[in-house]
């Protein structure tokens, strides 16, 4: 079975720091480019983070100098370390793993988890 688990997602302060996790399995995630998106309430899911295969990473503006994504292909994992949170960067975020073939792609999502930066 194919799965994506999050998990570091939690309540902060602003100016303070969480590491998110993404643990995959049932897949070889060194095949795949892996991303942070994420989602507020009321507004659409965004990318965040992306890092590909030969882990050249790309930032939304707003996080730059503040969040990295990074990766463990030996433990089929990745992170996000997110510092100077701000409350505006209160979403559920979810990780994803994607695989381009000719003509098509496999996106593997996680459930998501929740962080909330309180002012």
């Not at 892996?34 to 990473?57: C, N, S, Y």
Request: hydrophobic residues 35%; contains cysteine; proline residues 3%.
């Amino acid at each position: 079975e194919v799965q994506l688990v999050e998990s570091g997602g939690g309540l902060v302060q602003a100016g303070g720091s969480l590491r998110l996790s993404c643990a995959a399995s049932g897949f070889t995630s060194d095949d795949h480019a892996i991303a942070w998106f994420r989602q507020a309430p009321g507004k659409e899911r965004e990318l965040v983070a992306r890092i590909t295969r030969d882990g050249t990473t790309d930032y939304l503006d707003t996080v730059k100098g503040r969040f990295t994504i990074s990766r463990d292909n030996a433990e089929n994992s990745a992170y996000l370390q997110m510092n100077g949170l701000k409350p505006e960067d209160t979403a559920v975020y979810y990780c994803n793993a994607e695989r381009v073939f000719p003509g098509r792609r496999v996106n593997y999502w996680g459930q998501g988890t929740l962080v909330t930066v309180s002012s």
